[in-house]
């Protein structure tokens, strides 16, 4: 892997209609939360165009569950690229690369068709089925925990899940779309269904659970080739028909990979609705007792974990005006000392894996300022912890930080987080996942 610290998604961004050569362009899709971006780059990097579609919050079961309807993002999508197309030609797109949330399973039969609404990434029902998958899988499996997509699986089965049923991730899902074929995925995705990502293999020990490997995708490298666009949907979308669609990845290393980090310590931490954290590594890492594996990137590996903290937090008090109001009065060389861990509702994954863990918020101090700084310490700690732990494990302690994602956008809970860290914290909020999607879809143009 390239050391080079350049940043390969500039700030600054220019619309490709009458200013340079758009032909051979590359597209990233971004599947998140509450949303679908799309990110055009050019052969030499430059950011082209972007978009951005909304998509509805996943649906709360009586039983805990997060679902949503796969068909919401086809729908989304189709939104997305209409909006990108009337500024910038879709004809000039050479290669497809998808992001999407990780762990998000869906179940669908040969034709793509979803046979139950999607489980999304934070959907911990599987308790039952982690400890089916702890009883056999190897402790460095990616595969371990109730939001893993391998306990989902064995969930949709158990629950009734037809026995010819493929499962896919949401990035692998979109792409099947994309290829008219439902049968290959990435290695970073995979690597939560229990994709063995050292060996390079899917596993002996998934028969001991009931998993026909015959039915779990294919795995690819990311930013491989997976085939050119079907030409029916080409028409559909208004994209060329020599488009070629290339393995995805997820989020977090989309994210990652729009930084530009690529040296052993370089460290990414994407405060969105969840906080993730990636550190680049010379050995894998796995420990999931408290939510840490390892996916290959390049000839590296990142490292890391995620927490349900974030941003969905800070949601359910402040919108973004009285989040920019109150963080202007706040002094974040002073520590509050409240001992909160922020979480949006019971269960955490990292640092600590503990899915009956509760939400700690009080005492609530009458002024807000107070009580933002005290969130925001409270998360700070989360990624500091996160870090430690990563080291403890064998992956270096961060070099230096960079951060990705809605709260980057933030001087104060930068501040916080690098008095915290201890190390340099550089906020890059216009480093877009998306924009990693599409250096992925750019190596496949050139594969």
Not at 122 to 144: F, L, T, Y
Request: hydrophobic content about 40%.
């Amino acid at each position: 892997m390239k050391n080079s610290r350049a940043h390969p998604c500039p700030q600054r961004h220019r619309e490709a209609e009458g200013r340079g050569d758009p032909w051979g362009s590359g597209l990233g899709i971004d599947f998140g939360t509450s949303g679908v971006r799309a990110c055009v780059l050019g052969r030499d990097g430059e950011r082209l165009a972007e978009a951005a579609a909304p998509l509805p919050a996943p649906i709360e079961t009586p039983d805990g569950g997060r679902e949503q309807a796969p068909n919401l993002w086809w729908a989304a999508l189709q939104t997305l690229l209409s909006g990108l197309g009337a500024r910038f030609d879709l004809r000039a797109i050479a290669a497809i690369a998808i992001d999407g949330t990780s762990g998000t399973l869906v179940a669908c039969d040969a034709a793509g068709e979803p046979l139950h609404p999607a489980l999304m990434y934070h959907d911990a029902r599987a308790r039952a089925e982690a400890a089916r998958i702890a009883a056999i899988a190897p402790r460095e499996s990616g595969a371990h925990g109730a939001t893993s997509s391998l306990a989902k699986l064995l969930w949709l089965k158990a629950h009734g899940l037809r026995d010819d049923a493929r499962a896919l991730h949401q990035a692998e899902w979109i792409a099947g779309r994309l290829l008219g074929r439902f049968d290959l995925g990435d290695e970073n995705n995979l690597l939560k269904l229990g994709y063995d990502v050292v060996a390079r293999r899917w596993p002996d020990w998934l028969a001991g659970l009931g998993v026909d490997v015959a039915r779990l995708p294919e795995a690819r490298e990311p930013g491989t080739p997976l085939g050119m666009i079907e030409p029916g949907v080409a028409r559909a979308l208004g994209l060329s028909p020599e488009a070629r669609i290339v393995a995805g990845t997820t989020d977090s290393i989309a994210a990652t990979l729009a930084s530009g980090s690529s040296e052993i310590g370089d460290a990414v931490t994407t405060l969105g609705s969840t906080i993730a954290l990636k550190v680049f590594s010379d050995r894998p890492v796995f420990a999931p007792e408290c939510g840490v594996y390892s996916h290959r990137l390049g000839d590296a590996w990142l490292a890391g974990g995620a927490s349900n903290s974030g941003g969905a937090v800070l949601r359910r008090f402040f919108d973004d005006a009285a989040l920019a109001a109150l963080s202007s009065r706040i002094d974040p060389r002073r520590d509050l000392c409240l001992d909160y861990y922020p979480l949006p509702a019971p269960g955490e994954r990292f640092p600590v894996a503990d899915p009956s863990m509760q939400p700690r918020l009080t005492p609530r101090p009458h002024d807000d300022a107070r009580f933002l700084q005290g969130l925001l310490e409270g998360m700070a700690r989360i990624e500091r912890d996160g870090y430690r732990r990563l080291a403890e494990l064998g992956a270096p302690y961060p070099a230096r930080v960079l951060s990705m994602g809605g709260g980057a956008r933030n001087p104060a809970w930068t501040a916080i987080r690098q008095r915290l860290l201890g190390v340099s914290v550089e906020s890059m909020p216009e480093a877009l996942p998306a924009c990693g999607a599409a250096r992925l879809a750019l190596k496949g143009v050139s594969a």
